[in-house]
């Protein structure tokens, strides 16, 4: 998902050629987003997850998110790659 979204955003880039690019993802597609934040002027994140680990953290237990994150991604790489980007964030959240 995070490669054909950086093609997508490559696309846009070259044939549009926008003066500010905002990304927005929702749910799952809010990882997608994280993960090009340095191609993007605007990171929305809309009811996402830091990491795709937390989805089966919740549904098995903390062990599944343990094996996802060495396998997939890292929630704390994920989190301070966020806080360090220099993007503008805007996340949406239900309390």
């Keep these: 998902m995070i490669a054909d979204g950086r093609q997508v955003v490559e ?3 070259s044939r549009f050629r926008p003066r500010v690019l905002t990304l927005y993802g929702r749910s ?8 090009l934040q340095d191609l ?4 929305v ?7 795709i680990g937390l989805i089966p953290r919740f549904k ?5 998110q343990k ?3 060495f396998m997939l991604d890292n929630y704390e790489y994920n989190v301070q790659s966020l806080a360090n980007s220099g ?5 949406i959240y239900d309390p």
Aim: aromatic content about 8%; some cysteine; overall charge positive.
């Design 40 to 43: 993007a002027d605007v990171l």
């Design 45 to 51: 994140l809309d009811r996402t997850f830091t990491s």
């Design 28 to 35: 799952i597609g809010g990882h997608v987003a994280r993960a």
């Design 67 to 69: 094996i996802c994150d």
């Design 87 to 91: 993007c503008k964030k805007i996340i």
């Design 60 to 64: 098995i237990g903390r062990w599944a």
């Design 11 to 13: 696309f846009v880039k």
